[in-house]
């Protein structure tokens, strides 16, 4: 079982490589399902692992002239705020159970993993709709629409917060609708935010959890490999296409979850 969660950590870093985003929609089920850890930690495991794989990514597309960084500090400062305050200090007030429907027990990692199968859902339908964007440059226009993006960064710093997401599949739009940025750069864009919001979320879990070093960061050199697998695919393949077919697998993903959580269990 272990053999196919490490070859499953490997789709996490290709994911990020071809499209800029959906390791996180790889991770937590890969680590709660495959792995067998709690859903709580895993949220935590989940930003290392991907914070880690955004950041290499990040690094590769900096190099290639794809990061706007102006862009990503400001929207990054905004959000890891909001992830660090999350995880420091609402998630640990969280109980473990938190109400009935009926003779139904609702706890916190059901509800965690619920609330992520929602979210897939919601991701999966924009990356199967799609939406095309005309080429351009690096000068988007920030200074218009700063509030639009500082609220933007609060939504999503708080969805990585609660649920280990690192936003990418939230973010890419946002830097396309709302900035016109190309969909290159806000991929390179995307990774260096998921990168600062990931890993300041965890640094905020540090003595909440008992980190095991040596599997996450096992999982992590395996995800940090798969994302240069992406890159080399993203450079060769049709991404559009990619994009929906990887949104159909996390539709399924995502109905498969709510299914165990929710019938099955």
């Known amino acids: 079982m272990e053999t196919i969660g490490y070859l499953a950590s490997v789709l996490i870093g290709i994911s990020l490589g071809l499209v800029g985003g959906g390791g996180s929609i790889l991770t937590l089920p890969v680590l709660v399902y495959i792995f067998g850890i709690s859903p709580v930690v895993s949220t935590s495991y989940s930003l290392f692992i991907v914070g880690s794989t955004s950041l290499v990514g990040a690094y590769g597309n900096y190099r290639r002239g794809l990061v706007n960084v102006k862009t990503a ?43 992520f199968a929602v979210l897939m859902l919601a991701a999966s339908i924009g990356m199967i709709r799609g939406r095309q964007t005309e080429p351009g440059c690096l000068e988007c226009d920030l200074g218009r629409n700063i509030v639009k993006l500082g609220l933007s960064a609060v939504g999503i710093g708080l969805t990585t917060g609660l649920l280990g997401a690192g936003g990418g599949f939230l973010l890419i739009p946002t830097l396309v609708l709302v900035l016109g940025m190309p969909m290159r750069e806000a991929v390179g864009t995307s990774l260096l935010i998921i990168a600062l919001n990931s ?67």
Request: charged share 10%; proline share 3%.
């Open 199 to 265: 890993l300041v979320g965890f640094a905020g879990d540090l003595g909440h959890f008992v980190i095991d070093w040596y599997f996450l960061l096992t999982v992590t050199l395996v995800a940090v490999a798969g994302i240069f697998i992406g890159g080399q695919l993203a450079r060769k393949l049709d991404s559009g296409q990619l994009k929906k077919s990887f949104g159909w697998f996390v539709l399924a993903m995502g109905c498969f979850i709510l299914f165990k959580e929710l019938i099955l269990s």
């Open 73 to 115: 500090l400001f929207f990054g400062l905004s959000s890891m705020v909001t992830v660090y305050l999350t995880r420091k200090l609402l998630v640990p007030l969280i109980p473990q159970n938190l109400f009935h429907i009926g003779d139904f027990q609702i706890t916190e990692p059901l509800l965690t993993m619920a609330l």
